[in-house]
């Protein structure tokens, strides 16, 4: 909301715009002064920028293959103190995943050179108006 009231502020001003939307004016002018200032974002979203660049380097110092328990007992081990299910969030968003033991049993497995049944009863399913086939 806050892109759209930035690309049609200049015609119709901020009020305006915020009356028909749900969202209030001072949550619009908070929102551009966070982007602003960093210093006056939430304290979690300042602790959360701080550990994800923590999370993401003990990630890739093991050889990216830690999931959230191994990343979350590494960060204890170096004294940060933060609940894993911190971790797992943080590493949701950032799109970090450990590596899975074991495969996916598959299976079909189709031969591409068997051959395919005939259409023995020469199916049509073109309609030319509704409810006809």
């Avoid at 009020?15 to 001072?26: D, K, R, T, V």
Wanted: aromatic share 6%.
């Amino acid at each position: 909301m806050v892109s759209f009231i930035d690309d049609h502020r200049e015609a119709y001003g901020v009020e305006p715009i915020c009356a028909e939307l749900p969202i209030a004016p001072s949550t619009y002018y908070e929102h551009k002064a966070r982007q602003a200032d960093t210093s006056r974002l939430p304290e979690r979203a300042r602790r959360d920028a701080a550990l994800s660049e923590v999370i993401d380097r003990v990630w890739r110092e093991n050889r990216r293959v830690y999931g959230a328990r191994k990343v979350w007992r590494q960060l204890n081990r170096e004294g940060i103190a933060v609940a894993r299910c911190t971790v797992e969030r943080l590493m949701r968003r950032m799109g970090l995943v450990g590596a899975v033991r074991g495969r996916k049993p598959r299976t079909t497995i189709p031969d591409e050179a068997a051959a395919r049944p005939a259409d023995l009863i020469e199916r049509d399913f073109t309609a030319t108006h509704p409810n006809q086939l």
